[in-house]
């Protein structure tokens, strides 16, 4: 199974605090991808950032890349109630597939 | 904006009786996607749709099949339901097969197989 990896596998906050996921993936990558899921619902796409980028920015969302380490990682700021839900990264590798880690579970506590 | 669509949301089968999740997309996406979730495992590709008449096997293929006739429609069969198919199926669709392409998802349908 070509599964990438996440850490942590559950992460539970404060509101206001930021909450930092990481990734990790074995094959060359041509981007990586972060998907949002609450609970019972589907996947939806947060953000991507291609191979050839370090670090990617979305509102409160900050992307970084690392391809020597084969690693990414996840920062949201200022974390809310809303923001409660798992959290998949997804590498693209040479063959346009994505393998995907198995998620982080996170919970913000007001 | 329903975009993808997934039916039935929720199925209950027995052992050995054939089911088939539906999904339906509305954005012409030429990509279409069957993946199954359980827990400890993330998601794990099914079977996938380049166009209508093509379709490839993903990671977990077997008790699975495909068509896709239609480009909107890409419904997934279980020939003879397993225990081991319970599980959530996620049905999602790309544009097209470019690098900065991202997936949109459906809502899933949760089967479980008595």
């Known amino acids: 199974s070509q599964q990438g990896e996440e850490d942590p596998q559950a992460l539970s906050i404060q509101e206001g605090e930021n909450a930092t996921m990481n990734c990790s993936y074995k094959?060359?990558?041509?981007?990586l991808q972060w998907y949002r899921q609450n609970s019972g619902r589907g996947l939806v796409h947060l953000i991507l950032?291609?191979?050839n980028e370090r670090e990617k920015h979305s509102g409160r969302l900050r992307v970084t890349l690392d391809t020597s380490k084969k690693s990414s990682s996840l920062l949201i700021t200022a974390s809310r109630a809303a923001d409660t839900a798992s959290y998949f990264c997804?590498?693209?590798?040479?063959?346009?597939?994505?393998?995907w880690g198995a998620g982080t579970k996170l919970i913000i506590k007001p | 904006d329903a975009g993808i669509t997934q039916s039935p949301r929720y199925k209950i089968t027995e052992t050995g009786r054939q089911v088939t999740l539906m999904c339906h997309q509305t954005?012409?996406?030429?990509?279409m996607f069957w993946y199954r979730q359980d827990l400890g495992h993330g998601l794990r590709l099914i079977y996938y749709s380049a166009a209508a008449d093509i379709t490839d096997k993903g990671e977990v293929p077997d008790g699975y099949v495909v068509s896709r006739s239609k480009t909107e429609n890409f419904p997934l069969t279980l020939e003879s339901a397993t225990r081991s198919q319970t599980s959530v199926y996620f049905c999602?669709?790309?544009?097209?097969?470019?690098?900065?392409?991202?997936?949109?998802f459906g809502s899933g349908t949760q089967l479980s197989v008595l």
């Open positions: 950032i291609r191979s």
């Open positions: 997804a590498a693209m590798d040479s063959n346009y597939q994505l393998i």
């Open positions: 094959t060359s990558i041509n981007n």
């Open positions: 999602a669709s790309r544009l097209g097969q470019g690098a900065g392409e991202k997936l949109f």
């Open positions: 954005w012409s996406h030429s990509y």
